[in-house]
């Protein structure tokens, strides 16, 4: 800062000379400029009447390491950024130290982090957005799997069955999409004590019209009894679908995929493993 105030009307940045009350003692050709006045109307001013109106760093963008951030509004409403560093300016004998203000226009460089943001921005959303396709699918093949079944079948009781399956089946895709806004919303999935055994149950039964369909043998070893883990219900349930679904889709006719269930009293776990007998 110094070396500006050595500078003087030969700076680039504007400088600004602040009497110990507050009022504008002098300024250099770079504060004309940004300022739009001449050095005659901005004499004598309050800091204050100058406009400068202090800026909290974004979401997302860290705090700057020297000075503040301040904005200033033009007379034709557009918006300028700067960082402002001061330091004491000394008084005459029996006078309040005032303050000489150094700012650097960042204007551009907050323009191109704001473009770079809503670039990042974007992309997240394209990425959340095929995400939602890639999920929305499982359920809807194994919905639309089930109905044909459910229209060739001459079971009254099979048709029940797989109509069960049918509206069980919405409404995981409904919790789904309502778990996914509370992943997108500043709030944490709600943990809770599930168990691993039913979720299986649930994934299996949802699954197994598919796989029939596809000639693939679904096969599932799990140990007795309750498999309980801290977790929650239904993200556990999608993200274990998604493995059936995966392996199914690598599994030709006459395959098999195998879902195994361990539970590792060592590490208070249960371990699970989704394999096929498909290509990779």
């Given at each position: 800062l110094s070396q500006q105030v050595l500078l003087g009307p030969g700076s680039p940045w504007p400088l600004i000379a602040v009497d110990g009350d507050g009022r504008v003692l002098d300024c250099n050709p770079a504060a004309e400029r940004e300022l739009g006045l001449l050095r005659e109307k901005l004499v004598g001013r309050r800091w204050e009447q100058l406009g400068f109106v202090a800026v909290q760093p974004g979401e997302g963008e860290a705090a700057p390491d020297e000075g503040q951030l301040v904005s200033l509004t033009g007379a034709g409403g557009e918006r300028s950024f700067f960082l402002m560093q001061n330091a004491p300016l000394p008084g005459g004998a029996g006078e309040r130290p005032g303050r000489v203000y150094a700012l650097v226009n960042i204007t551009r460089w907050r323009e191109r982090l704001e473009q770079a943001d809503s670039r990042r921005r974007l992309a997240l959303l394209e990425r959340l957005g095929a995400f939602v396709v890639h999920e929305a699918r499982n359920p809807l093949a194994a919905i639309r799997v089930s109905a044909e079944l459910a229209a060739m079948t001459p079971d009254p009781e099979r048709r029940t069955a797989l109509m069960q399956q049918i509206i069980a089946s919405v409404d995981d895709?409904?919790?789904?999409?309502?778990?996914?806004?509370?992943?997108?919303?500043?709030?944490?999935?709600?943990?809770?004590?599930?168990d691993v055994g039913v979720i299986l149950q649930r994934v299996v039964e949802l699954f197994a019209?598919?796989?029939?369909?596809a000639g693939v043998d679904l096969r599932v070893r799990a140990v007795k009894g309750a498999l309980p883990v801290i977790g929650n219900e239904h993200l556990l349930g999608y993200a274990l679908?998604?493995?059936?679904?995966?392996?199914?889709?690598?599994?030709?006719?006459?395959?098999?995929?195998?879902?195994?269930?361990?539970?590792?009293?060592?590490?208070?776990?249960?371990?699970?493993?989704?394999?096929?007998?498909?290509?990779g």
């Open positions: 895709l409904n919790r789904f999409l309502g778990d996914l806004l509370d992943l997108v919303r500043p709030k944490q999935a709600q943990r809770g004590p599930v019209p598919q796989a029939k369909m679908g998604n493995l059936v679904r995966n392996a199914l889709q690598a599994t030709p006719a006459g395959g098999a995929v195998s879902v195994r269930v361990e539970r590792r009293p060592s590490r208070v776990s249960v371990l699970i493993r989704v394999s096929d007998t498909g290509a």
